[in-house]
C-alpha cells in the first residue's frame, strides 16, 4: 500500500525560502507512470494545485505560482520535494503531498499525505 | 485558465439522495475527480471519470457527466458523509479544484 509523508519546516519567515520533501513508501517512486504532486489548502479554504512531477522527471506548475515553484525528485531517497522562493503570508497553508494517475482525458489524485502546515511570519 | 464553480453548501436530510455539482469548461473535454475532506484531515478520493469508485468507498457514492457539469450524488446519505466536497479536472497540463461544497447531513 502506498504511503506518502510530508516533512519540512514548520515556520518559514517572510521573503525566504519554503521547502518540503514527501517521503513515498510502500511502492518505488520510478515505476509506472505517476505524476508526484503537490497541493495545499490555506486555512478554511479550498484546495490549490501547485506542481507535479513525472515519474520520468518531467515538471508542470501552477501559471500563478510558476516563477517561484521548483518541484523534484530523488530516486535515491524515494522522495520528491517542493521549492517556494519569496514567500509571503499567502503562502501560509497546509501543504498536501500525492500520487496522480492519468489516463488521456483525466487525473485523480491517490493516495495523499496527512499534509503539514506551514506558517509564514517572522 | 479555467474555474470549475461549485455551490458552497448543500443539506440533506438523513437517509435522502443528494446532488453536488461541479461545472465549468474543462469538464467539456475532461473528466473530473471527486475527493471527500473532513475537518482536519487529508481529502480522499471518492470518485474519478465516468463512475469509478476506488477501494473502499461506498457504494452510496455514484458520479454522473454532462456536457460542462459533473455530479457526484451520495444515494441514502449518512452521517459519516458531512463533509466537504471538492471536483478537480486537468486543464492541459494543469489542475484545477472546484471552491469545495459543504454537505450538512441533518
Known amino acids: 500500500q502506498v504511503q506518502l509523508q510530508e516533512s519540512g519546516p514548520g515556520l518559514v519567515k517572510p521573503s525566504q525560502t519554503l521547502s518540503l520533501t514527501c517521503t513515498v513508501s510502500?511502492?518505488?517512486?520510478?515505476?509506472?507512470?505517476?505524476?508526484w504532486s503537490w497541493i495545499r489548502q490555506p486555512a478554511g479554504k479550498g484546495l490549490e494545485w501547485i506542481g507535479r512531477?513525472?515519474?520520468?522527471?518531467?515538471?508542470d506548475y501552477n501559471p500563478s505560482l510558476k516563477s517561484r515553484v521548483i518541484i523534484s525528485l530523488d530516486t535515491s531517497k524515494s522522495q520528491f520535494s517542493l521549492t517556494l522562493s519569496s514567500v509571503t503570508a499567502a503562502d501560509t497553508a497546509v501543504y498536501y503531498c500525492a500520487r496522480g494517475d492519468t489516463t488521456v482525458n483525466m487525473i485523480w489524485f491517490h493516495p495523499w499525505g496527512q499534509g503539514t502546515l506551514v506558517t509564514v511570519s517572522s | 485558465s479555467s474555474e470549475l464553480t461549485q455551490d458552497p453548501a448543500v443539506s440533506v436530510a438523513l437517509g435522502e439522495t443528494v446532488r453536488i455539482t461541479c461545472q465549468g469548461d474543462?469538464?467539456?473535454?475532461?473528466?473530473a475527480s471527486w475527493y471527500q475532506q473532513k475537518p482536519g484531515q487529508a481529502p480522499v478520493l471518492v470518485m474519478y471519470?465516468?463512475?469509478n469508485r476506488p477501494s473502499g468507498i461506498s457504494d452510496r457514492f455514484s458520479g454522473s457527466n454532462s456536457g460542462y457539469t459533473t455530479s457526484l450524488t451520495i444515494t441514502g446519505a449518512q452521517a459519516e458523509d458531512e463533509a466537504d466536497y471538492y471536483c478537480?479536472?486537468?486543464?492541459?497540463?494543469?489542475?484545477?479544484f472546484g471552491g469545495g461544497t459543504k454537505l450538512t447531513v441533518l
Open positions: 512531477i513525472h515519474t520520468r522527471g518531467s515538471t
Open positions: 510502500g511502492a518505488s517512486i520510478t515505476s509506472g507512470s505517476y505524476y
Open positions: 474543462s469538464l467539456r473535454i475532461y473528466f
Open positions: 471519470g465516468k463512475n
Open positions: 478537480s479536472s486537468r486543464d492541459s497540463n494543469h489542475v484545477i
